[in-house]
């Protein structure tokens, strides 16, 4: 049975300094400490599997809440680190950390483990990892990694419905990229849109009656525009209308408002409108290229993909463009965030993997590991809930 959970590196830890002699020149016993490691977890889904404990570079099990007694250590430094940490869980920092055993009492460690309800109940993504682009699906304890659209043409792109019954995704089975929908099971798969020319970048709005996405109006690759229609495909309409490239809608949570990228000001920058189209107002104005835009569960902040300090790191900014904040800082460059329903935890892909961090950019964490590709997060809409 396979498992999303963090991948930790495991990093050597060795005791920094070891054995201790006593005055009497090598006579009598030597002189030892202790030292008692406690995992203080908290939240609302706990781990019920424990964690992986390195001390001095041998790794030992330990449970939720344990403390766990390590005694007759030869003073000196060690360093230790807090493995197999549950995806909705976060250690304090820093982690690995060095702790000082001195002779006579015991020292003292807390690991401090902050658990969030069911992080990501459930997540959609795309990957290729059976060789083909599919969409794939994870339960709410981040379980049984299922194949949901199974077709031998190119899947990709999926949008998770209120509540995580149906998934929106973008598809070549029948000649072109169009939008479908079918549900979690991967059952009941519908066409949306029918048209002879490619429509992609699905995402629901946060009631689950409307459907935003991209689309090419013409033959030109530079000019997508942005669209929305009713959740069984019916009453399309157009919401942006210009000669450059709209896309990557995000919706706040009130359903009102619509966050998007464009380049009708020259380089990809962010911009907000009306869900009717009307009102549309830039959020970002530099040089760089701004993308990717993710409106957080209670819509006061912006995640987005940003270039403007030389790569494609993650950034959050305030709804109204406010504050940008730098969350990473990697040289794979780290795209396509999204918000999981707390809105405590942002995954987002890097390179062929996907990776969950917390909101404020600490704890950044492996979350899928294939041979293949892992990309296209897709977590629960804003006010959804598990």
Known sequence: MSRFRISAPFVAALAISGVACNDGGGIGPPQYGSLDVTTATSGDTLDPDGYSLTVGGVAYDIAINETRAFPELHPGTFSLQLDDVAINCAVDQPNPRLV?????????????????????????????????????????????????????????CPSLSPGGTRVAFVS????ESEIYVMDVDGQNVLRLTINAVPDGGPRWSPDGSRIAFSRQPGESWQNWEIYVMDADGQNERQLTDNTAWDGYPSWYPDGIRIAFASTRDGNPQLYTMN??????????????????????????????TSDRDGNDDLYVMGADGSTPVRLTDHPSGDLKPCWTPTGTEIVFQRSSDLYVLHASGSNPRLLSESPGFDGDPACLPANSRP
């Open 275 to 304: 869900a009717d189209g009307s009102n549309q107002l830039r959020l970002t104005n530099n040089t760089a290229t701004d993308r990717y835009p993710a409106v957080s569960p209670d819509g006061s902040r912006i995640a987005f």
């Open 172 to 175: 070549e089975r029948d000649g």
């Open 100 to 156: 000082e055993v001195t002779a006579g009492g015991p020292s003292q460690e807390v690991f401090t483990v902050q658990c969030a309800a069911s992080l990501f109940a459930p997540l959609a993504f795309g990957s290729d990892r059976e060789g083909n682009s599919e969409i794939y699906f994870v339960d709410a304890d981040g379980r049984n990694p299922t194949n949901l659209s199974n077709h031998p043409a190119y899947d990709c």
